[in-house]
């Protein structure tokens, strides 16, 4: 026997007398001594692992196990939606593991060039080349949540309420059955009359004849879905456009609305709302602004792979200003600093850095002079502003808030005609128009003379500078909670890195004065020039073209509406263009309105069911949901809820399309079951967070489990709305129902024929992707897809084929980049100076809201001060929530996840808690001036010492975490989600309001599920 085996049993001689001594005698003698106990593993050395799908030889040769197939696709285990690669057992058609699509950026990075074979993309992924950068990953969450799929809480068939709405009792009943109630109406629940859809559906006569722009009867039929998941255009285009409603919303209002609305102020994009993504590969100093990449976020992931990669790799150095310590700090590096923050404290941050910056003449002087397009070509900028452009201030002038400028001929016939502003020459002081000088005077406030008439007029710059000014930089600390050598030392290093400076900022905004908050975070970016800079702000890399390309127009068919009429949500058009504002005017008193209006929002979701619950401005008869969790998602939904479990005061029919009977589909009348996950159909350009173009696309890659329609087809959202739209003869729907760029018209029947056109769109644009090799469609399971893709796709199946083996289609990485510039660059002026939000007035109150930056005190929708409702002496602290990076709403009801991470607590700063005489384990109770909150406490160190945190995603009430009856089952809720705090319970209403409305955004509606006001009580065993 040699010495080395020798010394080894030693070795474990000892072990096993540790153990004996020490009390795991047996366990540990055990696994020192390699001898079973129980049942035998698969394999001595590897246990019970998994089959691997294939091996990679020392010669680089790639072995495919046959009994599995490889198939690249999207995860929606989260906003993200992330790329990866799915392994699915060929004999059981299940999903065995998942891993990241090496071809797609958000797993990726670098990510493989598009045109890379798949078992090339194999070999890589194994280690192939530098092992050190070919990794293609994918989250816990991603790797977990899909046993979604085989969940037992799921809803596989049409369920009918029976009872009360609410009491969760259901009746299974036909899919053929459900669509001729929907559709018909009737006595359906034994509560009297319901108007279906076929009778909602009136293009013609109009909702109320006093008030005509409210439009036709068919904007009684509303729609909320939940994000975007890559379905929302055919929901949009081929559903509701159809039927004639405008009544759309998603769950943007409740998730990160206030950023959105902000960052379409900052780009001066109110239609397409683009927003701002820091280019974290080559930045140098990053503020992550109530956020923190791979942990909140989207895309989460990514943007902490590439934080981390240039921490370590590159230059990076970075803040966190949360009230909570986030994964995203660390002690292991002198790069990272966390600043806690109160919180709603982000806007008094904001404002007193600008005000630094403004006094320090800190700013890029250079770049905000330049006052067009065609100075930032001269000079090859990355963007430019309107810093320079003068706004008019002459009080009752008519341009009063409006740009000073000069009208020219439109560019083409029936156009409107254009507009070119005014600025101050640098060189002469004298006016001109922005196209006719290269550079302009920043700071200006005088008169000026056009047209022999004199008008008091002031630079955006000015008007910001006049803003930042009206408190001292000691107040915007004390009022932030950040100390005032903190708020000066991070102004000045975020001034210390010329353009290669980003911010990355999302749900830590969403309190009452969240769109100012995030208008202020963002102009610090314009003050140095950082838009459109190597190192700066991104929007994005865009994607290909995709309803709306070469082969097809899938927004476009015949005999589609026109829809004309307000909103539901008052979104989107201002007060003073409604008859109500007329006839008040009349009257000699136009305002306040009956309600708020939000001119500069895209869809405020929860104004949908206080307005029908209000009939302001009219009531809907329907409402159609699509996997929408506005109950639970919404902090004051409580007040909402109520409401909506009476049909007849608040909406007569409610039908939800919903894989699970979750917190609002227990409020619906009707639940037809969707497909979950990998059973889904969908396409998607990623959120902003890559540089260069990327189209995400899913197709069903394992079989459905839901019941199927009378053609065999899986019951799910598309093909419900699909049988739902022929069955009311909508237009877009049956035979001659898409329109190809060949003048011919083609079938709609299933979601196939859709999608896959969407799909062969892609693969055309630009120059067209390859042919799909044989070898390539056995790989990745796409044989069993031949003839439909022969049948849709005709010639160009195999190039469909080949983005479906990839998951989509994906630029490559050298295209990020122009130089020191970013390739893709944002076109539009920057706004220093919003006109579009300068000039809109606050229907409840007739003033005007600041066209800049400008610090607002938490409020009330009407201006009344939030401490008149919560007085911070009897609510000393403020409750907010955090993203987890395991749990979120979409992956609450996995049971993998929750062997993660079983619950939550309430967090409380520890010397808070000492003051308070708590420690961990206490139960306490939270109480805020319309809701209360027990859970568990748990001291830390790091929260700020007048925050309250709470994670987000737990205290489920749905989604298995309810006993639900069903024909004459009853299924008992799971005690682990219904496990944890609630911080929506807390949630507020706004007095200032019609009904009970939760309490929102002040200027455009969005949610404000943070910093609520409460106190804190322990509970006595």
Same mark, same amino acid.
């Given at each position: @026997? ?160 029976? !009872? ?21 109406? !009737? ?38 879905? =939940? ?31 206030? @950023? ?15 927003? +701002? ?22 895309? /989460?992931?990514? @943007? ?43 806007? =008094?941050? =904001?404002?007193? @850095? ?11 002087? %250079? ?5 067009? =397009? ?56 004298? +006016? ?100 459109? #800079?190597? !190192? ?85 008869? *329907?409402?159609?949901? #699509? ?21 007849? *005061? ?95 018209? #083609? ?19 630009? &120059? ?32 469909? *084929? #080949?983005?479906? %083996? ?16 970013? %390739?893709?660059?944002?076109?539009? *002026? ?35 001060? +939030? ?44 010397? &808070? ?75 507020? /209403? ?32």
């Amino acid at each position: @026997m040699d010495t080395s085996r020798r010394n080894f049993l030693k070795a474990t001689a000892g072990i096993a007398a540790v153990g004996a001594i020490s009390g795991y005698k047996d366990m540990l003698s055990l696994a020192a001594t390699f001898r079973d106990q129980g049942e035998r593993a698969a394999d001595p050395v590897y246990g019970n692992a998994l089959q691997p799908e294939y091996t990679v030889s020392e010669d680089g040769k790639v072995n495919l196990d046959p009994g599995f197939k490889l198939v690249n696709t999207m995860c929606n285990g989260c906003t993200t939606h992330c790329g990866v690669r799915v392994k699915i057992d060929k004999a059981t058609g299940k999903v065995v593991r998942v891993t990241g699509n090496p071809y797609n950026p958000l797993s990726s990075h670098p990510w493989l060039e598009f045109n890379t074979e798949i078992k090339e993309s194999l070999a890589w992924t194994a280690g192939g080349g530098d092992k050190k950068t070919n990794r293609s990953t994918v989250c816990a969450r991603g790797n977990s949540v899909f046993d979604k799929i085989h969940d037992p809480y799921r809803v596989l068939t049409p369920l009918k309420r029976v !009872g009360k709405r609410g009491e969760n009792k259901w009746q299974p009943i036909s899919l053929e059955q459900a669509i001729k109630e929907i559709v018909e109406g !009737g006595d359906l629940f034994g509560e009297g009359h319901v108007d279906g859809l076929a009778a909602i559906r009136d293009t013609t006569t109009l909702i109320d004849p006093d008030n005509p722009d409210y439009g036709p009867k068919s904007q009684q039929l509303g729609c909320i879905g =939940a994000v975007d998941d890559g379905r929302q255009n055919f929901v949009v285009q081929r559903f509701l456009m159809a039927f004639g409603t405008k009544n759309m919303a998603n769950h943007t209002s409740i998730c990160g609305l206030s @950023m959105r609305a902000g960052s379409a102020a900052f780009l001066g994009d109110f239609e397409k709302y683009p927003h +701002l993504k820091p280019d974290f590969d080559e930045c140098e100093f990053l503020i992550n602004w109530g956020t923190a990449p791979g942990q909140a976020g989207n895309p /989460f992931k990514l @943007m902490g792979k590439l934080l981390a990669n240039a921490r370590a790799e590159k230059k990076l150095r970075y803040v966190t200003i949360t009230p909570i310590l986030t994964n995203s700090d660390t002690i292991a590096t002198d790069r990272s600093t966390w600043i806690p923050i109160k919180p709603q404290g982000d806007l =008094a941050l =904001a404002m007193g @850095m600008i005000r630094w910056i403004i006094e320090n003449k800190r700013y890029n002087e %250079a770049y905000l002079s330049i006052p067009s =397009a065609e100075a930032m070509k001269q000079y090859k900028e990355g963007s430019f502003t309107n810093a320079s452009h003068l706004v008019v201030v002459e009080k009752g002038h008519p341009l009063e808030g409006k740009f000073l400028f000069k009208e020219v001929p439109p560019v083409k016939e029936g156009e409107e005609p254009g507009k070119i502003f005014y600025c101050i020459d640098h060189a002469t002081g004298e +006016l001109a128009l922005v196209t006719q000088t290269s550079k302009a005077r920043l700071s200006v406030d005088q008169k000026v003379t056009i047209d022999g008439q004199s008008i008091a007029v002031k630079s955006s710059f000015k008007l910001l500078e006049e803003a930042a000014m009206q408190k001292t930089l000691h107040e915007y600390s004390e009022i932030s909670g950040v100390p005032l050598k903190d708020l000066i030392w991070l102004a000045d290093e975020f001034t210390s890195h010329g353009r290669k400076v980003g911010i990355h900022c999302h749900g830590g905004t969403m309190h009452t004065t969240g769109f100012y908050t995030t208008y202020a975070i963002l102009t610090l970016t314009a003050l140095v020039g950082a838009v459109g #800079y190597k !190192g700066g702000m991104s929007t994005g890399g865009g994607k290909f073209a995709d309803w709306q390309g070469p082969r097809y127009d899938l927004f476009a068919y015949p005999n589609k509406p026109k829809i004309s009429g307000i909103r539901l949500d008052r979104t989107r058009s201002p007060y003073e263009k409604s008859s109500e504002y007329k006839r008040k005017k009349a009257q000699g008193k136009p305002y306040p309105a009956e309600d708020q209006w939000y001119p500069f929002t895209n869809s405020v979701e929860t104004e949908f069911l206080n307005a029908s619950i209000n009939g302001y401005p009219y009531r809907l008869k *329907a409402l159609l949901l #699509y996997n929408a969790s506005f109950i639970y998602g919404t902090s004051g939904a409580k007040f909402l809820a109520e409401k909506l479990k009476d049909p007849k *005061a608040s909406i007569p029919l409610i039908i939800s399309v919903d894989p699970f009977i979750n917190e609002t589909s227990q409020l619906a009348d009707y639940i037809i079951p969707d497909s979950v996950m990998y059973e889904t159909w969908g396409v998607l350009g990623p959120w902003h967070g890559t540089l260069t173009k990327a189209s995400v696309i899913r197709y069903p890659v394992v079989e459905p489990r839901t019941a199927k329609t009378a053609n065999g087809e899986p019951i799910c959202l598309d093909s419900f709305l699909i049988e739902l739209g022929k069955a009311l003869k909508l237009p877009g729907f049956g035979d001659k129902a898409i329109k190809g760029t060949d003048g011919k018209l #083609y079938p709609l029947h299933r979601p196939e024929d859709v999608y896959l056109r969407v799909f062969e769109n892609i693969a055309l644009d630009g &120059t067209p992707v390859p042919d799909i090799s044989d070898e390539e469609l056995e790989i990745c399971g796409l044989n069993e897809w031949r003839e439909r893709l022969q049948n849709v796709c005709g010639e160009n199946w195999r190039k469909v *084929a #080949y983005i479906m %083996a990839r998951g989509g289609r994906y630029e490559s990485k050298s295209k990020a980049y122009d130089g020191e510039l970013l %390739a893709k660059r944002y076109p539009k *002026a920057i706004q220093i100076y919003n006109e579009t939000v300068g000039t809109t007035r606050n229907a409840l109150t007739g003033e005007r809201y600041s066209g800049v930056p400008l610090y607002y005190e938490p409020r009330l929708t009407d201006g009344t001060p +939030l401490a008149h409702v919560a007085d911070p002496a009897q609510y000393p602290f403020l409750a907010f929530s955090y993203k987890s990076h395991v749990v979120s709403a979409a992956s609450a009801s996995s049971e993998q996840i929750r062997e993660i991470r079983y619950t939550n607590y309430i967090d409380i700063n520890t010397e &808070t808690g000492n003051k308070l005489g708590l420690k961990d384990g206490d139960t306490i109770k939270l109480r805020s001036p319309h809701g209360t909150l027990t859970g568990v406490c748990r001291l830390r160190q790091g929260i700020h010492p007048q925050a309250v945190g709470v994670e987000h995603g737990f205290g489920r009430f749905g989604e298995g975490a309810a006993d639900v009856v069903v024909g004459d089952q009853v299924m008992k809720l799971s005690k682990s989600r219904a496990s944890g705090a609630w911080i929506n319970q807390l949630g507020m /209403f706004d007095p200032s309001r019609k009904g009970r409305q939760p309490l929102a955004d002040f200027a455009c509606g969005s949610n404000a599920r943070q910093a609520v006001p409460v106190t804190i009580e322990k509970v006595k065993a």
